[in-house]
C-alpha cells in the first residue's frame, strides 16, 4: 500500500483511562482529507490520506477484546480508496470469526 508523503501520526488511541468500554459504540477514524469541492464543506478539496490499516484493525480488536460491541467508521473518501476497502474489509472479516459486533 503507498503513503502519502503527508506525515500523519499512525499510533492507536490510548484508552487507558477508560473506566468501562463494554457494550459501547466507538468512532473509528481511518483518514481523512477529500478531493471532491463541496462548496459546503470545511475540508474540500483536501489531500485525502489514510491510517495503516493493520493500526485500525489492531485499535478495533482492543476495543472488541475489552467489552465494545460495534463501532463507526469515519472518513469523508473511504470509498474512494479501493485498494484500502479491500484490505480493511478482508482483515475485518477475520474479526468477525472471532468476536460479535455490528
Not at 459504540?25 to 478531493?35: E, Q, S
Not at 491510517?51 to 473511504?78: D, K, P, Y
Not at 476497502?85 to 472479516?93: H, P, Q
Amino acid at each position: 500500500m503507498k503513503h502519502n508523503k503527508r506525515n500523519w501520526n499512525n499510533t492507536i488511541i490510548d484508552y487507558s483511562l477508560v473506566k468501562q468500554i463494554k457494550g459501547e459504540t466507538f468512532l473509528i477514524t481511518v483518514g481523512t482529507g477529500c478531493n471532491r469541492k463541496c462548496s459546503f464543506c470545511n475540508i474540500a478539496n483536501s489531500i485525502p490520506f489514510f491510517r495503516n490499516c493493520n493500526l485500525v484493525i489492531e485499535e478495533i480488536t482492543f476495543l472488541l477484546r475489552n467489552g465494545a460491541n460495534s463501532f463507526h467508521i469515519i472518513n469523508h473518501s473511504f470509498c474512494e480508496n479501493h485498494s484500502y476497502i479491500k484490505i480493511f474489509c478482508e482483515s475485518l472479516l477475520s474479526l468477525k470469526n472471532k468476536y460479535d459486533f455490528g
